[in-house]
Every structure is written in C-alpha cells, then in structure tokens.
C-alpha cells in the first residue's frame, strides 16, 4: 500500500492532471476525490482522457467536505483563490498539504489583498524545488504552495543569473504566452474557441496580473544570495499572453547585463556574452532531472514538453543593446502545476523525487 492521498478541486484542469499523474504513480493511492461543482458525477465523464482507468473512472466525486482526506498521508488542493484556507484549516497537522492554487504563496499582504481582495492568509515554503536552499525546506515541511505557471517558468529562467550577478534585478521584462487551460475550467467568452482559434492576445498588462509579485518575491531573495547581492530591489514588467493552444507557457525573459557581463558600457574587450549564461545555467541546473538547457542554437518550444515535468531553457547576450534573454519552455498543467505538486509530494513523503513523473514531452 502506498501512501494515500486526496484531491480537493478534482474536476478542474490541474486536478484532472493531478488525477491521471497519481494513477500512475508506484507509491501513491488515491483516497479521495472531491469536486464542488461535480459532486455526483462519474470522473470519467468530467475527465474522458481518464475512461480507460475504470476503476478510476467510475468513482463520483465527493462533495468539497474535508472527511475524505482526514484519513490521507497528503492532500492536494487544486481550489480557487479563498478556497485552500478554508479547506487546510480543517486538516489536522498529520495531513501534509500541498497547495496548487494561490492562497499561501505570498509574504506580503498588501500584495495579496490588491490581487485578491481578501485576509492575507499567510505563507507557506516555495514549492519550486530548484530554487536555492528549497529542497531541504520542502523535505522538512507539512505545507507547501507551489508557485503559479506564469512564476514557474519566469522563475527558472531567471534565478541563475541573478544569483550570479548577470543581470540587473531591477530591468527585468517578461512575456509570457500560456494555452487557454491557464485560466482553468471556466466558461468566459474570450476563451471560447471561435474567440482563441487563429490569435494571440495579451491581457492584464501593466502589472496588474497577480503572478508578477510572486515573481518578483523569488527572484528578490535569489538575488540577495551570496557575493551576487545587490541594493536594488527586484522590478518585474510582466504581460501575459493567451495563445490558441491548450497547453503549455513560453516565457521571453529579458533584463539589463550588469557592468563587465557583455553590457557595451563595460568596454571590456573580454566581457562575457551568451556562453557565459548559458554556463550559468548548465551549472545551476546540472544535477536537475526536470530542467534542460537545449544545446546552443535551438530554442524552446511548448510542444516539446507536453504531457511533461519537464523545462526547457536558452539562453543568449545582446551585445548591441546590453540585455539577457532566456527563454523557458513548460506545461503550465504539467510542471507550471500539477506535475510541480508531485514532485514536492514526492519530496514531503520521502519518495524518490521523479517518482510518477516524466521530463520527456509527447510528440508529435
């Protein structure tokens, strides 16, 4: 017997992913599957990729109650903004969570409250393992919350560099282009597919989108590691991007080179350019089962990482105007969430940390 777990939110995108990546999971049993809005619906109905797991299949969903998961090693919860609080202050401490929605991510609480109008519930530890210091801390922890998609990818790609004082923290400029599963399960006319099919379309630009202080709040303490800390504060311009696709996020981070790295006001003749950050990456990433740095000359595309854990990531100095790009490739349902809960699952229980995951995508 493997060690039990529930999912609270089940019916959504990121918990039907949950659900298919539990199924085959070796050391996971599924205990509990709850889902407000489907309560009494078969999962297979809801998830028809899940109808040849019969058993599986033809369990109904429960009611979002917690009486399911009392008796679970674990519990993800897959929940709307306000809804996770709800649900964990319920569980006793013996139930470890994990958090994929955005209630715990945030340590400051004029920041939560200007994204989500509501109590500032706390913080939990970052559930992004390839960060600085965060496997340890996720090893030791009962609750976790995993950072968003949109985060996810920007995160990965820029961390590196900052910690090793490449880049300037305080001109970092990141578009991101995500399939229309990111805005969950939800019926809204601009995701409907006459609207989506044929265009690319930006939305909650200038700031205003609610992953760019999770963002930020990585990379600033990134950026205060080590011999690399600098006295200006992390500033992030974030657009994100619907794109006709269902799945999957490109990530276009940009920021100023510091002095001596390949700006042109270094003037020095020796000044690093896009080898030294793409061996700043392979170095930091080395020993990362889910991270790729690609091979110089080819870049990261979202349909490589489908269906995966995986990240894909390049990098490259512009010379001419003094500025970094990396780009990151994910599966915002995969690494961006629901396989990124698994892996920290797998961490909180002591399990090989690849367990049940995969860092190859599906193709064509």
């Not at 519990?75 to 470890?96: M, R």
């Not at 379309?201 to 950026?223: K, N």
Request: glycine letters at 12%; charged letters at 15%.
């Amino acid at each position: 017997m493997g060690a039990r777990v529930a999912v609270a939110g089940a019916s959504g995108y990121a918990g039907g992913e949950l659900l298919r990546l539990i199924a085959g999971h070796p050391d996971f049993e599924l205990a509990a599957v709850t889902a407000d809005s489907n309560a009494g619906r078969l999962v297979g109905e809801i998830h028809p990729n899940l109808a040849g797991l019969q058993s599986l299949a033809g369990r109904r969903f429960e009611a979002s109650g917690i009486d399911g998961a009392l008796d679970c090693d674990l519990a993800f919860l897959a929940l709307p903004p306000g809804q996770s609080q709800l649900f964990a202050d319920h569980l006793s401490d013996s139930v470890k969570i994990v958090d994929l929605g955005p209630d715990y991510r945030l340590a400051d609480a004029a920041a939560w409250a200007r994204h989500y109008g509501a109590e500032h519930p706390g913080r939990w530890p970052c559930g992004l393992p390839e960060l600085p210091q965060a496997r340890t801390e996720i090893q030791a922890a009962e609750r976790v919350a995993v950072p968003g998609c949109y985060a996810t990818a920007s995160i990965l790609a820029l961390a590196p560099l900052l910690a090793a004082g490449l880049i300037e923290p305080a001109d970092i400029v990141i578009v991101a282009a995500s399939g229309t599963s990111g805005a969950g399960r939800v019926l809204k006319q601009e995701l409907l597919g006459s609207e989506v099919m044929g265009s690319v379309a930006g939305y909650q630009a200038g700031g205003t989108h609610r992953h760019t202080p999770e963002i930020e709040q990585a990379l600033e303490a990134v950026s205060q590691l080590g011999s690399a800390r600098s006295a200006a504060s992390v500033t992030v311009s974030f657009t994100p991007v619907l794109a006709p696709m269902p799945r999957g996020i490109l990530a276009t981070c940009t920021a100023r080179l510091t002095p001596g790295t390949g700006a042109p006001s270094a003037g020095s003749p020796g000044a690093a350019g896009t080898a030294l950050l793409r061996e700043t990456l392979v170095g930091a990433y080395a020993s990362e089962p889910f991270v790729c740095v690609l091979p110089d000359g080819r870049w990261p595309a979202t349909a490589a990482v489908a269906g995966s854990n995986g990240v894909h990531l390049q990098a490259a100095a512009d010379a001419r105007t003094g500025r970094a790009t990396v780009l990151a490739a994910i599966d915002n349902l995969g690494k961006g969430a629901a396989g990124q809960a698994v892996q920290v699952a797998n961490l909180m229980l002591g399990l090989p940390e690849t367990a049940g995951l995969t860092a190859a995508g599906i193709a064509p």
